[in-house]
Structures are given as C-alpha cells and as structure tokens.
C-alpha cells in the first residue's frame, strides 16, 4: 500500500517585469529547487542568475531547511530569476518572522517597478526623434 504524506508549502507570487514566479517553500531536510519541471541549475544557465535565484536563501542563512517549487512564466531570463527571488522572499518572512529586518535591508520585498517605457507616436524609441534637418 503506497504512503501518502503531505507536507505544508507556503505559496507566494514574486514578480519583475513581465515575469511572474508562484513560488512554494515547503520546510524539508535538504535543499533542492525545481523551477518549471527543470532543475534551477539547469533551467538558469549562469552563475549570475543561479545566485540571483538563490540570493534570498543564502544570505538568511536558511538554504538548507527548505525545498523550493516554482513556476514562472513571462519575461526573459534575468527577470525570471529576479521574480523569483522575490517569492522566495515573500515566502520566506511568512514562515520565518524573526529574518524580516534582514531580508527587507537587503531589497528583496520590495518589487522592482522598473519596465520598458512604451513608444510614442511620432517618435523612433519611446524617446528618440527622427533626425531633425533645418532645410
């Protein structure tokens, strides 16, 4: 007869740009991340990004006690990475209270609103002109 044991997830949305992460942190013995079916290390290609994902974890000090679930979608690379971040530090101070101040020092709770101006009409970029000629 096969066991059937649930564990308790905490489920969190972070969000960058056009990239949305639901992310589930559920308490477990060692670390692994699954990021859309993949494992992190093979779904982000550099070091950059693997840290950029990785960055709430290790710098609370808590990679080991926990095992991260998400799915992202939307958005390139960097900004799945930074999206993901923030939901894994959302979720993060909703099962650990006591690391709030530090996670909130470093920048991770506050959701980065920078995105790409839209064009204008009139206008090449959403600021650059055409080239102006006097005759």
């Known amino acids: 007869m096969a066991e059937k044991t649930t564990k308790k997830y905490t489920e969190t949305i972070g969000r960058r740009k056009t990239a949305s992460a639901r992310v589930r942190l559920t308490p477990g013995s060692k670390f692994s991340m699954i990021v859309n079916g993949k494992e992190y290390t093979e ?6 990004h693997k ?6 974890l290790d710098k609370t000090g808590v990679v080991a006690k926990y ?5 992202i979608t939307g958005g390139g690379i960097h900004g799945q990475a930074e999206a993901l971040r923030h939901g894994i530090a959302r979720a993060l101070v909703i099962l650990e209270e006591d690391k709030k101040t ?5 920048g991770f709770l506050k959701r980065d609103p920078r995105a790409k101006e839209r ?12 080239q102006w000629s006097k005759r």
Request: glycine share 2%; aromatic share 8%; no cysteine.
């Open 43 to 48: 779904y982000f290609p550099t070091t950059e």
């Open 51 to 56: 840290s950029i994902a990785t960055a709430a």
């Open 67 to 71: 095992e991260v679930t998400a799915v």
């Open 102 to 106: 530090d996670i909130k020092k470093l």
């Open 119 to 130: 064009r204008k009409f009139g206008l090449k970029k959403a600021r650059k002109a055409p």
